[in-house]
């Protein structure tokens, strides 16, 4: 490519991510319910495409566990997880995460304080509002933080651990409010401060706060959501 030619993105890239996140935006706001089976002919006329691109986007979805693809029948949006499933879910954050942040707490350099805090930044106000497209920006953050954090810690088969359990999605597909977001944000900062100051029980139980009062978050949404 000449230098100083812009990257030219083809087109059918740009439809495809388009209708991926059309997609992810209908199922994270529940307006195609859990469980629901997902017709491809349905959703390309509903989104006005080729079902080229939504088998891309279900496919991407599938991914994400999302969707899944099931013998014979196509693909289906996946449930939610239960009480039991949350439990189990924490119950592993707080086996990876816990002790990560107290490694990472001994190996933050100056480039790293700086880039701690400045992922805090992008979220110096959690969304006040329901939606994805809205609170998407407070989810995009929360998973980049702890990703940062398991990074910060060295021990990559721990991130990837973390990373195949697509906990943000499924949480929040759970419950959001933006005071939960405000809630979660300050706990990222009080992290932020053991980290750089290179304090490793502090960032232990800063950790280990913060994800005990997320779980009580996304328990008491659960409970707070109307019986089927």
Do not use: W
């Not at 891309?56 to 949006?77: D, F, N, V």
Request: charge should be negative.
């Amino acid at each position: 490519m000449p230098n100083g030619e812009p990257l030219q993105i083809p087109r059918r890239q740009i439809l495809s991510d388009h209708v991926y996140a059309q997609l992810k935006s209908l199922i994270m706001n529940g307006q195609v319910p859990p469980g629901e089976r997902l017709n491809i002919e349905d959703l390309s006329r509903r989104l006005d495409v080729s079902p080229t691109p939504v088998r891309e986007a279900l496919a991407r979805l599938e991914s994400e566990e999302l969707t899944i693809k099931l013998p014979l029948r196509g693909y289906t949006t996946t449930a939610l997880l239960d009480r039991e499933q949350i439990l189990d879910l924490y119950d592993l954050r707080f086996l990876l995460e816990v002790p990560s942040a107290k490694r990472a707490a001994t190996r933050v350099s100056a480039a790293d304080a700086d880039a701690l805090r400045a992922e805090l930044a992008t979220v110096q106000n959690a969304p006040h509002a329901d939606g994805y497209e809205t609170y998407r920006v407070f989810i995009d953050h929360d998973a980049r933080f702890h990703r940062l954090v398991l990074d910060l810690a060295g021990n990559e088969m721990v991130t990837q651990a973390f990373l195949r359990t697509h906990c943000h999605l499924h949480l929040y597909r759970l419950a959001y409010d933006g005071t939960s977001g405000s809630d979660a944000v300050e706990e990222h900062a009080v992290l932020v401060d053991a980290l750089v100051s290179g304090d490793p029980e502090a960032a232990e139980e800063s950790m280990r706060n913060h994800l005990a009062l997320a779980r009580d978050r996304v328990l008491a949404g659960l409970d707070a959501r109307p019986a089927p």
